[in-house]
């Protein structure tokens, strides 16, 4: 059987001036007039020292004893979806990493997507952030190499209080982009309305229904909406109160109808039990799907100011390498869970990430806080919250999943994928069964360095996720956790399993510090701008042995273990694994040909976006010619090989 290996590829419908030809392979070398991506923090080598391993270690003789009970287990979460980590894409920047319209779509960004869901089935991606607020949608722009699906322009009011946030115009295209993303890897999408915008509001939501129909799962009206008074958005007095009959007038006015609305998506001053205490979902429960917020633990150099930042790089760093950062995180919303689960709705983490504003430099990319990241994503799932996404942004975050190389650096360099999808790769096969349940085993007497959760179904335990946040290459601190199900001090009879199987997360070096060349079950997502979004190398699953009813599972330090005790085969669906994007285009440019390899089309970040690599015979960099706007009328199709025959697929609109 053939894998099934997808080529986007673009076929013109008229002759062309400077014609765009298909190649399926390219030679070429680095061009010497290319800068190297320095100051710009998505491309920041800094890595920071891990902190020294404690002593004596924190398993004295590395074995850790655990009997997992079956049945009616207490202190288990409520049944969870398989995609319950997400993605949150800021939407300022969103046409360069997904594609600009239906016809240009990112195939590294599918190939990344594509990853996850041959995990977990679907993905849930959010488009929003503070440049939602004030967006403005206008019609699909026809043909769709005429104009940039996003353009910005400084917001004044923005600047006057510190923040460089920008005043969007985004087409349509966008959401026919998302519609060809959703049909070939199964996102579903969350998308942000400009609340302070309202009369958009209504254009927005209409949109984004009729171009992405089920493929839509809510929309997020208001965004940090106590920022508002301290980003010149709102007049003092600012609170609860006023931020409630603001919502509730806009909803009333722009949305009288929608019953799929997510707030109040408060994140900072405003705290999730009062907005509750002061009757919100009594108020507007009937026109949520659900409640979110948005919440980082830390704060880094907001807009360059070093006074706001909470943290230096290396104290966040280290608190990265803590349990009990992440069970603090939490702990202010387990009552506000509760009253959220009373009202029939899910809590939603709409956005997170290591720290707001982009993260720390060395810590927030760094292996370590891929470990975080996964932690924190397992305490949301035993808090009682449906669903955590973490933020990508553009080129000035630390914290990125993926990044694509500068505007100066795309068409031979290919995209940075960090440590932070990782962490989301990983949550994709420990939640990949519907119903999964979870729960903190408070391992080793709740020590902070090696945690470790049980996730059951159906009352029997199908994973064990373990933790070893600690750097110690002398291996004092590997460990040894040596589980049984049933048996022990649980009353009940072993029912252990024979054998089970581990997939490992692992450091390039044996370091918390390690930023490139991580391995999740052997396979990486490669170097700094050298990844195409597929994974590298083959796949390692371990299998071990359980005598006399015990398992013994060996974690390093570091490292993160996913044991499978359920007997289900974990290799990765090899259909769905193989079926990856890529394409390759040769043009023509101010006189000279630029050389896109395959890997790297669309990746472009530059002022225009994706679509800087079409814009072909233009009189002025980023702009094209009538005449080959015309002649440049294309249509995007999907050849796919499966088994020895060719399918073409026609995608949407262009």
């Given at each position: 059987m053939i894998p099934a290996i997808f080529t986007l590829a673009t076929l013109a419908l008229a002759p062309m001036a400077n014609a765009i030809t298909i190649y399926t392979s390219l030679p070429g070398s680095i061009p010497t007039q290319f800068l190297a991506a320095d100051g710009l923090p998505a491309y920041d080598t800094v890595s920071q020292t891990p902190p020294p391993p404690p002593t004596p270690a924190a398993v004295p003789g590395g074995g850790l004893s655990l009997a997992l009970p079956t049945g009616a287990v207490q202190g288990l979460s409520k049944a969870q979806r398989t995609d319950f980590v997400g993605i949150s894409i800021e939407l300022s920047i969103s046409d360069n990493i997904i594609g600009r319209n239906g016809t240009f779509v990112n195939p590294i960004f599918l190939n990344h997507m594509q990853n996850l869901r041959a995990r977990s089935g679907m993905i849930s991606v959010r488009m929003g952030g503070n440049s939602q607020e004030k967006a403005t949608l206008v019609p699909a722009i026809s043909p769709p190499l005429a104009g940039a699906t996003i353009n910005k322009t400084t917001d004044p009011i923005a600047l006057a209080h510190g923040s460089t946030t920008?005043?969007?115009?985004?087409?349509?295209?966008?959401?026919?982009?998302?519609?060809?993303?959703?049909?070939?890897?199964?996102?579903?999408?969350?998308?942000?309305l400009p609340f302070l915008n309202p009369s958009q509001i209504q254009n927005v939501a209409d949109s984004a229904t009729t171009i992405l129909g089920?493929?839509?799962?809510?929309?997020?009206?208001?965004?940090?909406?106590?920022?508002?008074?301290?980003?010149?958005?709102?007049?003092?007095?600012?609170?609860?109160?006023?931020?409630?009959?603001?919502?509730?007038?806009v909803r009333s006015q722009y949305v009288p109808t929608r019953t799929d609305l997510i707030a109040p998506n408060v994140c900072c001053s405003f705290k999730l039990a009062d907005v509750i205490a002061a009757g919100f979902l009594q108020q507007?429960?009937?026109?949520?799907?659900?409640?979110?917020?948005?919440?980082?633990?830390?704060?880094?150099?907001?807009?360059?100011?070093?006074?706001?930042?909470?943290?230096?790089?290396?104290?966040a760093f280290d608190s990265y390498l803590s349990h009990g950062s992440v069970q603090n995180f939490f702990f202010p919303y387990l009552n506000a869970s509760q009253m959220v689960a009373a009202a029939g709705k899910d809590l939603i983490m709409l956005e997170t990430n290591t720290a707001s504003c982009g993260g720390f430099a060395g810590a927030s990319d760094s292996y370590g806080a891929g470990l975080y990241l996964i932690d924190l994503a397992l305490q949301a799932a035993a808090s009682g919250f449906s669903q955590i996404l973490f933020h990508n942004g553009g080129a000035g975050q630390f914290y990125n999943l993926f990044s694509p190389p500068p505007g100066n650096m795309s068409t031979f360099r290919q995209w940075t994928t960090a440590s932070p999808y990782y962490s989301v790769l990983v949550m994709s096969e420990v939640m990949s069964e519907s119903g999964s349940q979870v729960m903190d085993l408070l391992l080793n007497g709740n020590n902070t360095n090696t945690p470790g959760y049980a996730i059951y179904k159906n009352g029997q335990p199908i994973r064990l996720a373990l933790f070893n946040y600690i750097t110690d290459p002398s291996g004092a601190n590997d460990i040894q956790v040596q589980f049984s199900v049933g048996g022990g001090a649980t009353g009940q009879g072993s029912i252990t399993p024979s054998s089970v199987t581990v997939k490992y997360f692992s450091s390039?070096?044996?370091?918390?510090?390690?930023?490139?060349?991580?391995?999740?079950?052997?396979?990486?997502?490669?170097?700094?701008?050298?990844?195409?979004?597929?994974?590298?190398?083959?796949?390692?699953?371990?299998?071990?042995?359980?005598?006399?009813?015990?398992?013994p599972i060996p974690v390093k330090a570091p490292q993160f273990a996913l044991v499978f005790l359920d007997g289900v085969n974990p290799v990765v669906n090899p259909t769905q694994a193989t079926q990856t994007f890529s394409t390759s285009v040769l043009t023509k440019l101010h006189g000279g040909t630029v050389v896109v390899p395959p890997a790297v089309l669309s990746t472009s970040n530059g002022r225009g976006g994706a679509q800087e690599l079409f814009n072909i015979g233009g009189s002025s960099p980023g702009k094209i010619s009538g005449a080959d706007a015309v002649r440049a009328a294309v249509g995007m199709v999907l050849v796919g090989v499966l088994s020895g025959m060719a399918v073409m697929t026609g995608f949407g609109r262009w």
């Amino acid at each position: 059987m053939i894998p099934a290996i997808f080529t986007l590829a673009t076929l013109a419908l008229a002759p062309m001036a400077n014609a765009i030809t298909i190649y399926t392979s390219l030679p070429g070398s680095i061009p010497t007039q290319f800068l190297a991506a320095d100051g710009l923090p998505a491309y920041d080598t800094v890595s920071q020292t891990p902190p020294p391993p404690p002593t004596p270690a924190a398993v004295p003789g590395g074995g850790l004893s655990l009997a997992l009970p079956t049945g009616a287990v207490q202190g288990l979460s409520k049944a969870q979806r398989t995609d319950f980590v997400g993605i949150s894409i800021e939407l300022s920047i969103s046409d360069n990493i997904i594609g600009r319209n239906g016809t240009f779509v990112n195939p590294i960004f599918l190939n990344h997507m594509q990853n996850l869901r041959a995990r977990s089935g679907m993905i849930s991606v959010r488009m929003g952030g503070n440049s939602q607020e004030k967006a403005t949608l206008v019609p699909a722009i026809s043909p769709p190499l005429a104009g940039a699906t996003i353009n910005k322009t400084t917001d004044p009011i923005a600047l006057a209080h510190g923040s460089t946030t920008p005043l969007l115009t985004f087409s349509e295209d966008l959401f026919y982009a998302m519609s060809n993303i959703s049909s070939l890897v199964n996102v579903g999408w969350y998308f942000g309305l400009p609340f302070l915008n309202p009369s958009q509001i209504q254009n927005v939501a209409d949109s984004a229904t009729t171009i992405l129909g089920q493929n839509l799962l809510g929309l997020q009206m208001a965004n940090e909406p106590d920022q508002y008074a301290d980003h010149g958005n709102e007049p003092l007095p600012w609170g609860i109160p006023q931020y409630m009959s603001a919502w509730g007038s806009v909803r009333s006015q722009y949305v009288p109808t929608r019953t799929d609305l997510i707030a109040p998506n408060v994140c900072c001053s405003f705290k999730l039990a009062d907005v509750i205490a002061a009757g919100f979902l009594q108020q507007f429960g009937q026109f949520l799907k659900s409640v979110s917020i948005q919440h980082y633990k830390d704060e880094a150099f907001c807009n360059g100011n070093l006074s706001a930042a909470t943290l230096t790089p290396a104290a966040a760093f280290d608190s990265y390498l803590s349990h009990g950062s992440v069970q603090n995180f939490f702990f202010p919303y387990l009552n506000a869970s509760q009253m959220v689960a009373a009202a029939g709705k899910d809590l939603i983490m709409l956005e997170t990430n290591t720290a707001s504003c982009g993260g720390f430099a060395g810590a927030s990319d760094s292996y370590g806080a891929g470990l975080y990241l996964i932690d924190l994503a397992l305490q949301a799932a035993a808090s009682g919250f449906s669903q955590i996404l973490f933020h990508n942004g553009g080129a000035g975050q630390f914290y990125n999943l993926f990044s694509p190389p500068p505007g100066n650096m795309s068409t031979f360099r290919q995209w940075t994928t960090a440590s932070p999808y990782y962490s989301v790769l990983v949550m994709s096969e420990v939640m990949s069964e519907s119903g999964s349940q979870v729960m903190d085993l408070l391992l080793n007497g709740n020590n902070t360095n090696t945690p470790g959760y049980a996730i059951y179904k159906n009352g029997q335990p199908i994973r064990l996720a373990l933790f070893n946040y600690i750097t110690d290459p002398s291996g004092a601190n590997d460990i040894q956790v040596q589980f049984s199900v049933g048996g022990g001090a649980t009353g009940q009879g072993s029912i252990t399993p024979s054998s089970v199987t581990v997939k490992y997360f692992s450091s390039a070096t044996g370091s918390a510090a390690d930023k490139f060349n991580l391995t999740w079950a052997g396979q990486t997502m490669g170097d700094q701008f050298k990844s195409d979004g597929r994974l590298q190398g083959a796949e390692q699953i371990i299998t071990i042995q359980c005598p006399n009813g015990i398992c013994p599972i060996p974690v390093k330090a570091p490292q993160f273990a996913l044991v499978f005790l359920d007997g289900v085969n974990p290799v990765v669906n090899p259909t769905q694994a193989t079926q990856t994007f890529s394409t390759s285009v040769l043009t023509k440019l101010h006189g000279g040909t630029v050389v896109v390899p395959p890997a790297v089309l669309s990746t472009s970040n530059g002022r225009g976006g994706a679509q800087e690599l079409f814009n072909i015979g233009g009189s002025s960099p980023g702009k094209i010619s009538g005449a080959d706007a015309v002649r440049a009328a294309v249509g995007m199709v999907l050849v796919g090989v499966l088994s020895g025959m060719a399918v073409m697929t026609g995608f949407g609109r262009w």
